[in-house]
């Protein structure tokens, strides 16, 4: 019989290190991880699983089990509306569960949060915003759930939702050992992992999806771990004048080219390097760009990095890494 990895799913091998699963043979035998989920959990070094995602098959096999319901797992710094069709795919009873509410400063409000999904995202009752650092509604969670009867529940969302965090804490809550690999790059939960928390419960942890057009695909993956924030949020919140602009890391330039002064808030890791300039200076004018005309509160979305709120009417110009990473939606607060 094949030995899985308990972090990440793979099968065990000992034949080619640069493939999932690989384990040297002189440790195969007395292995719980791979060598990859190894170094992630004791060491942080982090590497990307160059595999293809299956997102259509992993919907399939889902809605083939008649006792499947799912657990939607959304970060809260980047939600868009791509995620309706994500969410409308799978077939079962469906759970939303805005995720990381710890990195959420208190301006937030979860009201607002549910409200915008349910309004724009997907209609349902089952809607909770959780923390697993926190404990914030997690055991709420479990108890809907086993009042509902769920047999069988699979964690699905994007990469970086926090479904592995959110699966260790609910094998915590139910006095079982935390397993699974946790890290903030992609493909870290190669396989399907599954988890019989109690008789009645099984929880399955699915690879997360991919979204081609969020940061983790134009950065190299050793910087992205420093682009997510770790703790709650301080909201920087800049007055702009015609004319000048904010500058993030080498990431991201946007300034105010409308007549009048303007206020961008940025909800997105507070630790990056925020810079102010005159439109003349010419940092990061060389990525390509794209222009919105705010006619309302407006978020501009960059993802996988957060969301930037612009309060008045205007106009801005955005400078990026790939305009692909960009979009707008009216304002969540």
């Not at 808030?265 to 390509?288: A, G, H, Q, T």
């Amino acid at each position: 019989m094949n030995k899985k990895c308990i972090g990440c799913g793979s099968i065990l091998q000992t034949d080619n290190i640069n493939k999932e699963g690989f384990v040297k043979s002189s440790v195969y035998d007395k292995s719980l991880y791979c060598e990859r989920c190894f170094k992630i959990k004791h060491y942080g070094e982090y590497s990307v699983l160059d595999k293809k995602i299956d997102t259509d098959g992993i919907v399939r096999n889902i809605n083939s089990d008649e006792y499947a319901s799912i657990a939607f797992l959304i970060d809260p710094l980047n939600i868009n509306l791509g995620l309706k069709k994500y969410i409308n795919k799978f077939r079962g009873t469906k759970y939303i569960l805005i995720t990381k509410k710890d990195i959420l400063p208190k301006s937030l409000k979860e009201k607002k949060i549910i409200d915008y999904i349910r309004s724009n995202i997907f209609d349902t009752d089952n809607v909770m915003c959780i923390s697993s650092v926190k404990n914030y509604n997690i055991d709420a969670f479990l108890n809907k759930i086993r009042k509902d009867n769920v047999r069988r529940l699979y964690i699905v969302g994007f990469t970086n939702s926090g479904k592995s965090t959110f699966i260790n804490h609910l094998l915590t809550s139910n006095l079982k050992k935390p397993m699974i690999t946790t890290s903030s790059v992609p493909n870290t939960t190669a396989s399907y992992i599954t988890i019989k928390l109690d008789n009645k419960l099984t929880v399955v942890d699915t690879p997360g999806f991919i979204d081609k057009d969020a940061i983790y695909n134009f950065i190299d993956y050793s910087k992205v771990v420093k682009l997510y924030p770790k703790k709650e949020i301080k909201v920087k919140t800049y007055q702009i004048r015609k004319d000048y602009a904010i500058v993030i890391n080498d990431i991201l330039r946007i300034e105010n080219i409308g007549d009048k002064t303007n206020s961008f808030s940025f909800y997105m890791n507070d630790k990056l390097r925020y810079e102010k300039v005159k439109s003349k200076n010419d940092k990061l004018k060389i990525l390509p760009s794209l222009t919105f005309d705010i006619n309302e509160e407006t978020d501009i979305l960059i993802n996988g990095l957060g969301f930037i709120r612009i309060t008045k009417v205007g106009s801005v110009k955005i400078n990026v890494l790939d305009i692909k990473l960009v979009s707008k939606r009216k304002s969540m607060i």
